[in-house]
């Protein structure tokens, strides 16, 4: 039987003899990977990194294991058992996927208070850091946070209210003129209809909902306990935020105490990456939701729509709701115009409310989400289709969130790989622990080493709250001591 190594006239020797001048006359490209990545950094939809050019082919060769040269078989019997192990890989990731969908449908109920909770604390965290950073104490600085929560929205909805009841008036007499002009349009038509068949119309619409009692009486009823839980996941929304913001910066030193040095430092700087994108998300949503407000209100305004301000007020609230939000606002908008103005101005408005959302979700969404959460455009759209195909519109509203949240774990898993290929040195990668996204005071320290949960400050040596006391004055920076455990792992180190 022929082997490798006498298939050959020349012999095994020549081979290795053939393998060294290869290796010399194709250096390793690590040094030009590291820069070409360092210059891509910022770019994540950057041309590949490094050209396939003579250096590079010249490397795929130089690796190739020698007992496979002049054996085409053998190297394609290699590619086929390794494209059999991806697909079983695959198949086994789709199977977990679907299980936890699975699993997901018994639990979604308490897991959505959390997630909304997760997601508003990335706008009130700040906040509550600030007041703690300038004495507040732990609790007083997120019940201060949450009460401030409330009398915005409260105060929003106070001032909303005495336009309401001053317009709604007006708004009731506008519409009984309104029919009375559509029963004199009847009347005065070419048309062969009789103001009587007109009210025989509506009496037969009357006695079918009288005829649909029960069933409207269920939809009330399904109504009122749809508001009910509504109302129990606010709460529980609410008191989990507080916790949030109140205690979140322990629970990284928390889970670091039962996953271990070797994992501890992965856990940190993906959750605070994590923390990170999912601020980028809320912060880029309201600002889609204040332009969208804003050109609305001021196209109303412009068109004397009543109400205008209090249009623009409810289009910015129902931006952070996908699809349904923006639906229902333009359809009240365009009802005021109709009833007040007119059929012509309230053609007007529908005009200047599908023009202003297209431009919004087809043009300045995409863009703003896909720059803040590190998306390529296409992948927000398609996320959000898939997620408003599964989950109706909770999921059109977490699916951004969601993707960005697996990009960012997908990101930094080719991050190390590369990191242990040598492909990358340490200096290229830009950790995130010890900045403003997970720091203590929310701010750095002008050497750039930022604070974080594992430093030490005055407030949490104090033990009247439940923290645990220390004795050490500050421990050495997060940012130091993931850099050091990048350059341990780093072959170019």
């Not at 919004?360 to 720059?371: A, D, H, K, M, Y």
Request: one cysteine or more; glycine letters at 8%; charged letters at 15%.
């Amino acid at each position: 039987m022929t082997t490798p190594e006498n298939h050959s006239p020349h012999g095994a020797g020549q081979h290795s003899g053939q393998d060294a001048a290869q290796r010399a006359q194709y250096p390793s490209a690590l040094e030009d990977n590291a820069v070409n990545r360092k210059a891509d950094a910022k770019n994540p939809y950057a041309a590949p990194l490094v050209s396939p050019d003579e250096s590079q082919l010249g490397a795929e060769v130089a690796t190739a294991d020698p007992a496979d040269r002049d054996n085409k078989s053998a190297v394609l019997a290699k590619d086929f058992r390794s494209m059999a192990k991806i697909s079983v890989c695959f198949i086994l990731i789709a199977a977990g996927l679907g299980l936890a969908g699975f699993l997901l449908r018994f639990i979604w109920v308490g897991l959505l208070p959390v997630i909304l909770a997760i997601l508003v604390s990335t706008v009130l965290y700040p906040v509550t850091a600030w007041l703690r950073s300038v004495g507040f104490p732990r609790t007083l600085a997120a019940v201060t946070t949450l009460l401030g929560l409330v009398v915005i929205f409260g105060g929003i909805f106070a001032a909303m209210a005495p336009m309401v009841t001053a317009q709604s008036k007006v708004l009731i007499n506008e519409a009984e003129a309104g029919i009375m002009q559509l029963t004199k349009m009847v009347n005065d038509s070419p048309l062969d209809i009789e103001v009587d068949q007109l009210q025989s119309v509506f009496q037969d619409i009357v006695s079918f909902a009288k005829g649909q009692a029960s069933t409207i009486a269920t939809g009330v009823l399904s109504g009122v306990s749809m508001a009910s839980s509504i109302a129990v996941a606010t709460v529980i929304m609410l008191f989990i935020t507080f916790f949030i913001i109140k205690d979140g910066d322990r629970f990284l030193p928390w889970l670091r105490k039962y996953t271990g040095n070797s994992a501890a430092w992965h856990i940190t700087e993906l959750t605070s990456r994590m923390w990170k994108t999912l601020s980028g998300f809320i912060q880029a949503q309201a600002v889609v939701a204040l332009v969208d407000a804003v050109f609305i209100g001021l196209g109303l305004w412009a068109l004397q729509v009543p109400l205008a301000l209090v249009i623009a007020v409810i289009t910015f609230f129902a931006g952070f709701i996908p699809i349904i939000g923006a639906v229902t606002a333009g359809a009240l908008a365009v009802i005021i115009a109709l009833v007040s103005n007119g059929l012509t101005n309230a053609l007007l408005a529908l005009a200047l409310i599908i023009i202003v959302q297209q431009v919004e979700s087809n043009v300045l969404q995409p863009i703003l989400q896909s720059r803040a959460m590190g998306l390529h455009a296409a992948i927000v759209l398609l996320s959000i289709t898939v997620g408003s195909t599964l989950a109706g519109i909770v999921g059109a509203f977490l699916a951004v969130p969601v993707a960005a949240t697996i990009a960012v774990v997908l990101r930094y898993h080719a991050e190390m790989a590369a990191l242990r290929a040598g492909e990358v040195s340490p200096d290229d990668i830009e950790v995130v622990t010890g900045s403003k996204a997970m720091s203590k005071n929310g701010k750095e320290d002008k050497d750039g080493k930022g604070t974080d949960a594992d430093n030490t400050d005055p407030e949490a040596e104090r033990t009247d709250e439940g923290g645990d006391s220390t004795n050490n004055p500050r421990e050495e920076s997060p940012r130091e001591k993931v850099k050091q455990l990048f350059a341990a792992m780093s072959p170019l180190t």
